[in-house]
């Protein structure tokens, strides 16, 4: 089993930043892909970034692409996603989530666990 629980959201004006974080417990982290997901009201929930197993590769949804960072830590068992030049369609409620199969699974929309979510509101 594994338990994510994220934090950062809020609320913040358009071109500025934020950086979320999702804390693991359970399992070791190394072992499981991990990524975030978001889900704006209204729209069912996306994709938005992964990193691997090893954390040598990294994924990223084309809307996000060049603005957002998927670092993590895993002496911490934490990872982050960082978000630059937020837009407001960039709000929504984030998640954090695992995949035991792999970053490509994430990529699918498919993931082993999730978090309850962070809410990250950005101002026009």
């Known amino acids: 089993q594994v338990q994510l629980v994220e934090s950062g959201g809020g609320l913040v004006q358009a071109g500025g930043s934020l950086r979320l974080s999702c804390a693991a417990s359970?399992?070791?982290?190394?072992?499981?892909?991990m990524g975030w997901f978001r889900q704006a009201p209204g729209k069912e929930r996306e994709f938005v970034s992964a990193?691997?197993?090893?954390?040598?590769?990294?994924y990223y949804a084309d809307s996000v692409k060049g603005r957002f960072t998927i670092p993590s830590d895993n002496a911490k068992n934490t990872m982050y996603l960082q978000m630059n030049s937020l837009k407001h369609e960039d709000t929504a409620v984030y998640y954090c989530?695992?995949?035991?199969?792999?970053?490509?699974?994430?990529?699918?929309?498919?993931?082993?666990?999730w978090g309850p979510g962070t809410q990250v509101t950005v101002s026009s």
């Open positions: 359970g399992r070791t982290f190394s072992g499981y892909a």
């Open positions: 990193i691997s197993r090893s954390g040598s590769f990294t």
């Open positions: 989530a695992t995949s035991v199969v792999g970053a490509t699974a994430l990529t699918g929309g498919r993931a082993d666990y």
